[in-house]
C-alpha cells in the first residue's frame, strides 16, 4: 500500500515545515521499501502523523494547533527520529539522508517549541530526543517475560524522553514462540497483550498509550481487528494509524507498535 501525503498550502509555518518533512521521508524510504517495506512504512506513518496532527490548525488559518496536537507531534517526531537511527545502522540510509531529515525534523520542532512557549506550555527548555543540542538524551532497554523474545536486531520496547516506544507485536506466544491462532481476533489480542506486558515492564500501561500503529496484511480484517482493539481501549482511545502491508514476519495476520507515556 502507497501513502502520498498531498501537497496542501495552509498558513501554520509549522504544518509547511511538517509537509516538507513527509514529502522527503516518502521519497527516500523507496530506497528500502522492497527490503524493509515494515520499516519504510513506520517511517511514513510517524513522519505524516507530524503533519495530521498540526493540520486542523493550519487549516482553520495562520491559527496555531492546540496543546494536544502539539504534543502528538512531538511524539511523533520522537518516533521517527529512533526509526531514522535503525534505518541509518542497519546500512538502508546514508548519512546524507539522516542528516537532512534531522534538520527538517529541527525544523519543525523549533517551530512546536516556539508554539509551546507562546501558549505557556514550554517545560524548562526541554527538548526532544531528535534535536542535537546538548548532551543525548539517556535511553532505558525494556525487557519482559510476558512477551516474546525479539527475535532481530531490536528492543522490545526503549523509554526515552518521558515515553516508553513499545516494538511492534505479533500473536506469538511467549511461552512457546509460536504464532497463536489462526483468525485476526485472536491474534489481534495475543498481539496487544503482547505490547501490555512490555508497557508494565517499563512502568507504563495501555491507559498512557498516546499513539498506536497496526500493520494489517488485509484490510478486510479491518472490521474484526478494530473490534477486538476497542476492548482494550475504551475510553480516551489513544491516536492510530493502520496500514495494510504485503507481508508480515511469520506471516503474522496483524503486527501493533505503541507509544505510551511513563
Not at 501554520?12 to 528500502?32: G, N, P, R
Amino acid at each position: 500500500m502507497s501513502i502520498s501525503p498531498a501537497r496542501v498550502r495552509h498558513g501554520s509555518e509549522a504544518w509547511q515545515h511538517a509537509d516538507d518533512l513527509a514529502q522527503h521521508v516518502y521519497h527516500i524510504t523507496w530506497k528500502f521499501m522492497q527490503s524493509d517495506p515494515g520499516l519504510a512504512q513506520r517511517m511514513r506513518s510517524a513522519a505524516l502523523t507530524v503533519g495530521a496532527s498540526l493540520s486542523d490548525g493550519a487549516r482553520a488559518g495562520s491559527r496555531p494547533p492546540g496543546r494536544r496536537g502539539v504534543q502528538i507531534a512531538s511524539t511523533a517526531l520522537s518516533e521517527l527520529g529512533y526509526y531514522l537511527h535503525f534505518a541509518r545502522r542497519a546500512g538502508l540510509l546514508g548519512e546524507i539522508d539522516l542528516r537532512r531529515v534531522g534538520a527538517m525534523s529541527a525544523a519543525v520542532d523549533q517551530h512546536l517549541g516556539a508554539q509551546e512557549s507562546r501558549g505557556g506550555a514550554a517545560e524548562d527548555g526541554r527538548r526532544h530526543p531528535h534535536h542535537q543540542e546538548g548532551p543525548p538524551v539517556p535511553r532505558d532497554i525494556v525487557k519482559s517475560d510476558g512477551a516474546p523474545n525479539a527475535i532481530g536486531p531490536y528492543s522490545q520496547g526503549v523509554k526515552a524522553n518521558g515515553f516508553v516506544f513499545a516494538s511492534g507485536q505479533i500473536a506469538l506466544d511467549p511461552r512457546t514462540g509460536q504464532i497463536v491462532g489462526q483468525d485476526i481476533k485472536t491474534q489481534t489480542r495475543r498481539a496487544l497483550d503482547n505490547i501490555k506486558a512490555v508497557l508494565e515492564a517499563a512502568g507504563s500501561s495501555l491507559d498512557r498509550v498516546v499513539k498506536c500503529t497496526v500493520f494489517l496484511k488485509d484490510m478486510n480484517d479491518f472490521g474484526p481487528m478494530n473490534e477486538e482493539y476497542g476492548s482494550y481501549f475504551k475510553e480516551l482511545p489513544p491516536a492510530r494509524s493502520t496500514i495494510q502491508v504485503a507481508k508480515l514476519p511469520r506471516d503474522a495476520l496483524v503486527e501493533i507498535e505503541a507509544i505510551a507515556s511513563l
